[in-house]
């Protein structure tokens, strides 16, 4: 995936969340694993990097903030969980930012591959 445009296109799939979150049982275990040290250091260390940038287009920051609230209310109905919903949204907008301003890294298509296979990063 290299565009932005990719990425929204990917969530906006019909299946895409119901996949994501539909088989988790254990949201508790799954955010615990987030906030271990290596996780979440990970984590801030990306989105620092990828504040320092500017987007490529004008447009990409409003469309990052639309896929946030779009993410966020499509996980919330799905897990009636704030948090997961929030993590969630968090993760996107930290994607959509890396993509839009094309700075991405290793960590962050890691990331990006989880979420494309189905899979929570945690």
Known sequence: MQSLAELMA???????FQRL?????????LLERRDSESFDSSW???????????HVSPEAAEQV???REYVF???FRITRNA?????????????GDALGKQVMT???RDMLGAYCSGRFPS
């Open 73 to 75: 209310k499509r996980c």
């Open 10 to 16: 990917v969530v906006h799939h019909d299946d895409f």
């Open 83 to 95: 948090e997961i919903a929030a993590c969630v949204s968090d993760d996107m907008g930290l994607l």
């Open 106 to 108: 290793p960590w962050l």
């Open 21 to 29: 979150l539909g088989h988790i049982d254990d949201w508790d275990a």
């Open 65 to 67: 903030r639309q896929l």
């Open 44 to 54: 801030v260390q990306a989105c620092t990097m990828v504040d320092c940038h500017e």
